[in-house]
Every structure is written in C-alpha cells, then in structure tokens.
C-alpha cells in the first residue's frame, strides 16, 4: 500500500508500533491516532490495520457466541471455530510484531486493502 513504507524512518518510535499492534488493547490508541489528524502516515496505516484486525475479532465473536448458547449439537464446533479466530488473531498480532522488530512493513494480504478502503473511509 501506498502509505506503508519500511519503518527505517528515524522519527518513527518502535515502542509505539508494539502499542498499536497489541492484542485489544491497542484499539484505543489506534482509534486517537485517526481521530488527532496529526500522526505520521505509517502510523495512520497501521491504525487501520490494527482497527480492521480489531474489528474482524470482535465481529467473529459476536456472531458465533449466539450459536453456542442455542443448541447442543454444535457448540463444541462453534466453540472450536471461536477458539481459532482468537487464536489467530493474537498469533497475526505477534506476527505484525516481529515485523516491526525486523523493520519490514506492515502489511497483510486482503485485510490491508480492507483497512485502507472502509476504515479509511469512516474515520
């Protein structure tokens, strides 16, 4: 993308990628990096990544907690697909980690398109 570049830029502070791409937590600083309009593009990028991974947890959480509570037939199936979604988001959360570390940019196949085009848009 064009807004992700490599992160051998001096003015950028590792620590705060690392805060940004924590699991959960690093939703709310993502969201006050959009809305302070002042923030380095590589940081703006990044935010909407870590806003769409976000996002994408959360929304599989939801839809799949209903059919557990419903029947018994497939809870267990559902409670493994759910434990597989978060799992794969904290292990996707390590990866953008690693990446950082070995200042690579941060990008991620589908979702950084999506990020770009619909968070983008809305924040």
Same mark, same amino acid.
């Given at each position: 993308?064009?807004?992700?570049?490599?992160?051998?830029?001096?003015?950028?502070? $590792?620590?705060?990628?690392?805060?940004?791409?924590? +699991?959960?937590? *690093?939703?709310? $600083? =993502?969201? /006050?990096?959009?809305?302070?309009?002042?923030?380095? +593009?590589?940081?703006? =990028?990044?935010?909407?990544?870590?806003?769409?991974? %976000?996002?994408? /947890? !959360?929304?599989?959480?939801?839809?799949?907690? +209903?059919?557990?509570?419903? *029947?018994?037939? *497939?809870?267990? %199936?559902?409670?493994? !697909?759910?434990?597989?979604?978060?799992?794969?988001?904290?292990? !996707?959360?390590?990866?953008?980690?690693?990446? !950082?570390?070995?200042?690579?940019?941060? /990008?991620? $196949?589908?979702?950084?398109?999506? =990020?770009?085009?619909?968070?983008?848009?809305?924040?």
């Amino acid at each position: 993308m064009k807004n992700i570049q490599q992160l051998e830029n001096s003015n950028i502070n $590792p620590l705060q990628l690392y805060l940004l791409v924590t +699991p959960i937590l *690093g939703l709310f $600083p =993502a969201i /006050w990096i959009l809305y302070r309009q002042n923030s380095s +593009p590589q940081h703006r =990028a990044v935010s909407k990544l870590v806003i769409t991974l %976000t996002m994408m /947890w !959360i929304l599989g959480n939801i839809l799949l907690q +209903p059919g557990t509570e419903v *029947g018994e037939s *497939g809870t267990i %199936t559902l409670l493994l !697909i759910n434990s597989l979604l978060t799992t794969s988001y904290f292990i !996707i959360s390590l990866g953008l980690m690693v990446r !950082i570390w070995k200042k690579q940019p941060l /990008w991620l $196949p589908g979702i950084s398109r999506i =990020a770009e085009k619909v968070v983008g848009k809305h924040l």
